[in-house]
């Protein structure tokens, strides 16, 4: 099977005791920092704030780009039905600001 390639946004998110945010995967259920993939005609920070919003409920502030992470031994992953992505991962650090809804299920 082929390997496809995305590019993706995540975020060490931090709550007011300096707590991380984590997500437990739906479809893995490993756990990950929330974030999710970059859609056409989306700016990487638009992207950021709208996955974590989805996938948390909580708005945020982005502080700073901790990070790109390409390495093929550590960003590709295989999914339970099979199919294998290389991720480029573009990693920020930001602050939860204020919980605006449930997360997406």
């Known amino acids: 099977m082929s390997i496809t390639r995305r590019t993706t946004v995540g975020a060490i998110i931090r709550d007011s005791s300096d707590k ?5 995967r739906s479809d893995d259920g490993f756990w990950s920092l929330p974030g999710g993939g970059i859609e056409v005609g989306e700016t990487v920070l638009e992207c950021l704030e709208r996955e974590i919003l989805e996938e948390t409920g909580w708005q945020i502030r982005v502080e700073n780009l901790l990070g790109i992470y390409s390495n093929p031994a ?32």
């Open 20 to 24: 991380i945010l984590l997500q437990r």
């Open 74 to 105: 550590s960003q590709t992953h295989t999914y339970p039905d099979g199919n294998r992505v290389q991720f480029i991962a573009l990693v920020f650090e930001a602050r939860a600001l204020k919980l605006l809804q449930e997360p997406d299920s």
